[in-house]
């Protein structure tokens, strides 16, 4: 009972350490309005829970501290590694709204983004929001609990870490959402472009018109008019974005 005992307390421990280290870094667990208690709570439920379903691919236990030692930071390694990937596919989503807010105007109303734990526009943290909710009304993270399961296929416990792998995916996923966060804000740069020319032409048209006392609620208000039109296709391609990019990392 007692050697039974240790063995689950091992599997266990090997679970919480990937699982937990990812979800305290997955978009949406990490906000600062959910509780550290929370998160550990949901990280321990889900490592019990899914245990049976990953003892299959764990190491036997070690049979000295040095390996274990090194188990234990493989495993929380391999569980950062996955909740980095996870929010730079979710950063795609901070540079739309940094660029839908400086097209706007609101380039210096900031708020707290809870999201990102840190000062932001306040469009960016709109969006950002909206963007986290829709996440969980689609069970999205359900495919990114998927997406550590799955990791276990990709990263056994006990093999060494494939570090080249590891900077290569991550400098592809920057990459590949830096343009996806370019192309969601796409419609603020170009509206960027035509709103300043215009009113570099009404200037030049008309040197005696304040054109600073002109432009700014102009700009303002077709900025939210564009921002109110395009922000369902944003949300629904990023959307998109983040499930194939998950879809992508696990293949």
Not at 18 to 29: D, E, K, N, T, Y
Not at 52 to 63: D, G, H, V
Not at 169 to 177: K, V
């Amino acid at each position: 009972m007692q050697e039974l005992l240790n063995l689950n307390l091992y599997h266990f421990l090997m679970v919480f350490l990937r699982l937990g280290s990812a979800i305290m870094l997955m978009p949406g667990f990490m906000s600062s309005y959910i509780n550290t208690n929370i998160r550990l709570s949901v990280a321990l439920s889900l490592s019990l829970i899914l245990m049976p379903a990953i003892i299959p691919y764990l190491a036997s236990p070690p049979s000295n501290t040095t390996t274990f030692l090194t188990l234990i930071l493989s495993e929380i390694t391999i569980g950062i590694f996955i909740g980095i990937i996870m929010q730079f596919l979710y950063a795609a989503l901070n540079l739309a709204g940094s660029l839908a807010g400086q097209a706007i105007g609101f380039s210096n109303a900031q708020a707290f983004d809870p999201t990102t734990l840190n000062q932001s526009i306040i469009i960016e943290t709109f969006i950002t929001l909206i963007a986290i909710t829709v996440i969980f009304i689609t069970d999205i993270h359900h495919l990114m609990i998927s997406a550590i399961i799955d990791s276990y296929h990709l990263f056994q416990p006990g093999s060494s870490l494939p570090f080249g792998d590891f900077a290569n995916q991550l400098s592809t996923s920057l990459n590949s959402s830096f343009i996806m966060g370019f192309k969601l804000g796409s419609p603020f740069v170009a509206f960027t472009i035509i709103f300043y020319t215009g009113m570099g032409l009404v200037s030049r048209l008309m040197p005696q018109l304040n054109i600073f006392f002109l432009s700014l609620p102009l700009q303002i208000y077709l900025g939210l008019g564009l921002l109110f039109i395009t922000i369902p296709t944003i949300i629904i391609w990023f959307n998109r974005y983040f499930d194939s990019g998950l879809h992508l990392f696990l293949e």
